[in-house]
């Protein structure tokens, strides 16, 4: 098994007190905080984040640096997928997330969406991970077919 994980230490994040975890199911609900977490954690461990989006209803490959985003607008979809792990302490808990990949033009990239607190899709297991992207993956070469 091939992960790749950002590990993290407690003198990182401030250590939560012993009440602060009984409100431990209401905190993972703060997705503005969670969301500033994981996508510094994204961007400190891939200086170059890959992934797919849409324009106009057609698939853009989007390479975002802290310098600029260059688009690709020829893609071709493979047929391999893999999925990414994240460790890190939130609110004193160790946490981890799983973001699926999929093969374009010969490279992995994540998948887009809005509706993730990182604007990139997230699971909850590695299984759910490779689940969503081979799917996701056999919905675009059936619409390409």
């Not at 500033?36 to 209803?57: A, C, D, F, M, V």
């Not at 979809?77 to 999929?102: D, I, N, S």
């Not at 033009?105 to 297991?125: A, K, L, M, R």
């Amino acid at each position: 098994m091939n992960t790749q994980t950002i590990s993290t230490n407690e003198q990182t994040f401030p250590f939560a007190w012993m009440e602060d975890f009984e409100e431990y199911p209401a905190m993972l609900d703060n997705t503005a905080e969670r969301s500033e977490l994981l996508s510094r954690l994204l961007y400190e461990k891939y200086p170059l984040i890959k992934w797919l989006n849409y324009e106009s209803g057609q698939p853009v490959l989007e390479l975002i640096s802290n310098r600029e985003t260059k688009k690709i607008r020829s893609i071709r979809f493979g047929h391999r997928t893999r999925a990414k792990k994240l460790v890190f302490f939130y609110k004193g808990q160790e946490q981890q997330a799983w973001f699926p990949q999929v093969e374009i033009n010969g490279v992995f990239v994540f998948i887009h969406h809005d509706e993730y607190p990182v604007q990139v899709v997230e699971c909850t297991s590695r299984y759910l991970a490779l689940k969503y992207a081979r799917r996701f993956l056999a919905r675009k070469h059936k619409s390409a077919v």
